[in-house]
T-cell receptor, first 118, second 118 residues
Framework: GAVVSQHPSRVICKSGTSVKIECRSL??????MFWYRQFPKQSLMLMAT?????????EQGVEKDKFLINHASLTLSTLTVTSAHPEDSSFYIC??????????????FGPGTRLTVL | GNSVTQMEGPVTLSEEAFLTINCTYT??????LFWYVQYPGEGLQLLLK?????DKGSNKGFEATYRKETTSFHLEKGSVQVSDSAVYFC?????????????????FGQGTILTVHP
């Protein structure tokens, strides 16, 4: 149980285009999903907290107009990188929290999406 | 703000050696503490956790004790295996946030690469 999937696993796009990444909780409902960015050999940096049915909360320094987050259902959140540039190339990881889980602070992570912007 | 500091890697050990990966934290209040593991090509998986002072988390032979007095959560294993080769992340969970909207935000350490040779 507690499986989180991401799609696509890898994407290569041209500079200036937009890319959408999906995060799904496959066997549980998630009122809250988190989006992280991981640079090579570095830690995960939280980008935003996504709550179902409401606007995402972005961390300081993260451009909300560039990284659009939608959490329309209890099992799906999407991250759209708009007008992507080479500096947006990174590994994007989502996680989800199980609404019904007794341990409210446990997150389940997706396998990540490798974005390369040419 | 919250922060997590891990010992720098990479760590290279022979099979059956003793492992320690140091982790210290700074936080307001009383966070939960976690160790996550990321195997090559996979997403983060929760390895163990502790939710209050003096709690010991354990799983797959790994252990870590929540030491409030030293603000530490060091990871240990008595005898490592080749299959333990992975990146290990120490993290803490923020319990603040009105309405629970930011409850469970994770702050990660920089990660420690462990390589175990036969």
């Amino acid at each position: 149980g507690a499986v989180v999937s991401q799609h696509p696993s890898r994407v290569i796009c041209k500079s200036g285009t937009s890319v959408k990444i999906e995060c799904r909780s496959l066997d549980f409902q998630a009122t809250t999903m988190f989006w992280y960015r991981q640079f090579p050999k570095q830690s995960l940096m939280l980008m935003a907290t996504s709550n179902e049915g409401s606007k995402a909360t972005y961390e300081q320094g993260v451009e909300k107009d560039k990284f659009l987050i939608n959490h329309a259902s209890l099992t799906l959140s999407t991250l759209t990188v708009t007008s992507a540039h080479p500096e947006d190339s990174s590994f994007y990881i989502c996680s989800a929290r199980d609404v019904l889980a007794g341990a409210r602070d446990e997150q389940f992570f997706g396998p990540g999406t490798r974005l390369t912007v040419l | 703000g919250n922060s997590v500091t891990q010992m720098e890697g990479p760590v290279t050990l022979s099979e059956e050696a003793f492992l320690t990966i140091n982790c210290t934290y700074t936080a307001t209040g009383y966070p939960s503490l976690f160790w996550y593991v990321q195997y090559p090509g996979e997403g983060l998986q929760l390895l163990l956790k502790a939710t209050k002072a003096d709690d010991k988390g354990s799983n797959k032979g790994f252990e870590a004790t929540y030491r409030k007095e030293t603000t530490s959560f060091h990871l240990e294993k008595g005898s490592v295996q080749v299959s333990d080769s992975a990146v290990y992340f120490c993290a803490l969970s923020d319990h603040s946030g009105a309405g629970g909207t930011s409850y469970g935000k994770l702050t990660f350490g920089q990660g420690t690469i462990l390589t175990v040779h036969p």
